[in-house]
């Protein structure tokens, strides 16, 4: 059967068609009802016009926001402003009705913080109906992306006990009964769990995923991820989705090369395929929208080193929060006054200090200055800061056993991985996107609460 948005574009008057969704507003006119139904396939809804005297008044009283129905009837040509086409009701079908005294969407505006709270009804509005749509876009381009490139989609655990980025935000998972061994006084012995040692949910898929690139050349992943990192921020989740391509054969350069390219097509997708959702955005969410989607596509990003970045910063005179020192991490305010204040567009920024990377970045032939940095790579966008961290890796053994070492690890614990360099070792790079950040990039919605269906973030974990 036709979606709405098929009828409102293809729909020609004197058609007939039969319509299902569920009620955004009703209006009454003189002896008429003007109902706007939507079916979640696009942000218009289809005007449903209702000669009173050829309906019960019952069910016409049933018809509130909120209800679902199914409309038969004839397509005519609409005189309202904004739509090319209107039903006019021949027999309308009351699914379910939604008390008006209960239903939570009623017609003014909601805020965003309490839409957060019926997470489960926000999806009807035109916002996150939107938002959602767009996403689902951005997940069909980036599969496309990689697809035409030959790219290999792989499957990475969720359940792991490596730690990737090292940082120990991780989520435990245990089959053990915690409370039970509390309450006995006994301590907590892995070797009696599941797995027989300590897990947990993963952090990244990179390391499996470089795996399967010394096997394809070519691979990435599209799966969600976790981490326990108690930051109560609007770019922050617990439960997050990441893309985390990785190239044999390939060095920082192209990595970051393949990067850029990615987001030109991501972008360019969504603007062909989205059009409307787009120009919703850019009216009632952020004026950014267009302009900054127009960058992504149509300018090359900017590429600096670590150390640039850190002169730039300092010759800013900007009073930042935290301070800028060679080998401090980037924060969030100084990624933003590069990409946002200082060239206007993406930066990519390359070749950070060692000491505030994970061990498994390459170092640089800069290894026995003073001042050692790695292969590193994080793109930042106005808005937003860090969308993409990825690096080139290490791929010589011995240096990679004395980087994990000199973090504090036992290199057997990543025998398999130092295995990848045992056999048929290969320059090799990777990143990832965080796709939420993506969305959020991309809509100009403030919070990344908002881009996802049901974000998972400190003390939330509802629906
Ligand atoms: O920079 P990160 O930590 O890099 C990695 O995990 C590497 N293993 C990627 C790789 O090289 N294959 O995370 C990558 C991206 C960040 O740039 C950010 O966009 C996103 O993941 N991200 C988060 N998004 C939402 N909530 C969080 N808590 C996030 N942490 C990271
Ligand atoms: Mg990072």
Redesign the pocket.
């Known amino acids: 059967m036709p979606r709405i948005i098929d009828l409102l574009r293809d729909g020609v008057p004197n058609d007939r068609a039969i319509a299902q969704g569920w009620v955004r507003t009703k209006r009454e006119g003189k002896g008429v009802t003007f109902l706007e139904l939507n079916d979640g396939s696009c942000l218009s809804s289809l005007q449903v016009v209702a000669d009173n005297q050829n309906f019960d008044e019952v069910l016409l009283k049933q018809i509130t926001t909120g209800a679902s129905l199914r409309v038969k009837g004839l397509l005519v040509a609409s005189l309202g402003k904004g739509q090319r086409i209107e039903i006019q009701a021949q027999d309308i079908e009351v699914f379910g009705t939604a008390d008006p005294e209960t239903y939570p969407l009623q017609k003014k505006r909601h805020s965003f913080e309490f839409l957060r709270e019926v997470a489960h009804l926000r999806s009807r509005t035109n916002t996150f109906g939107a938002v959602f749509r767009v996403r689902n876009a951005c997940s069909f381009a980036i599969h496309k992306f990689f697809q035409e490139r030959g790219f290999i989609w792989v499957h990475t655990p969720i359940i792991t006990n490596s730690d ?2 090292g ?1 120990g935000e991780m989520f435990a998972v245990t089959g053990l009964d915690l409370p039970k061994l509390a309450t006995a006084g006994k301590a907590i012995d892995y070797s009696q769990d599941f797995f027989g040692k300590p897990t947990f949910l993963t ?4 390391l499996e ?1 470089e795996v399967m690139a010394t096997a394809f050349t070519n691979v990435y992943t599209f799966a969600p ?1 976790f ?1 326990a ?1 108690n ?1 109560n921020t609007s ?4 439960e ?1 989705w ?1 893309i ?3 190239m044999a054969f390939c060095d920082l350069e192209g990595n970051a090369d393949l990067a850029e390219e990615f987001l030109k097509y991501i972008f360019s997708y969504v603007l062909e395929h989205c059009p409307e959702d787009m120009a919703f955005f850019q009216e009632r969410i952020s004026d950014r929208v267009m302009p900054n989607a127009q960058k992504i596509i149509n300018e090359e990003f900017q590429r600096i080193t670590y150390t640039e970045a850190v002169e730039i910063l300092q010759k800013s005179k900007q009073s930042f929060e935290f301070p800028v020192q060679w080998g401090l991490d980037l924060q969030s305010e100084h990624e933003r006054y590069l990409a946002e204040v200082h060239f206007q567009k993406p930066v990519i920024v390359m070749d950070y200090p060692a000491g505030i990377k ?1 061990f498994y970045m390459r170092l640089d032939d800069d290894a026995q200055s003073d001042r050692p940095t790695v292969r590193a790579m ?2 930042l966008v106005p808005g937003i800061g ?6 080139q890796r290490e791929e010589r053994l011995e240096v990679l056993e004395a980087r994990i070492k000199a973090i504090g690890q036992n290199p057997e614990d990543y025998w398999w991985y130092l295995d990848l360099r045992r056999y048929g070792t290969v320059p090799h790079s ?9 969305v959020q990039f991309m809509t100009g919605m403030g919070n ?1 609460r908002d881009v996802i269906p049901f974000p998972r973030s400190p003390l939330n974990a509802d629906f």
């Not at 952090?203 to 990179?206: F, Y």
């Not at 770019?235 to 617990?238: D, E, F, G, P, Y």
């Not at 990777?430 to 993506?438: A, D, H, I, K, W």
């Open positions: 990737c980025e940082a952090v990244s898929g990179q995923a991820t981490r990192e930051s770019r922050h989740l617990a997050f990441m985390e391509p990785e994970a994080d793109i860090e969308i993409i961290g990825g690096s990777g990143f990832g996107l965080g796709f939420e950040r993506l990344i």
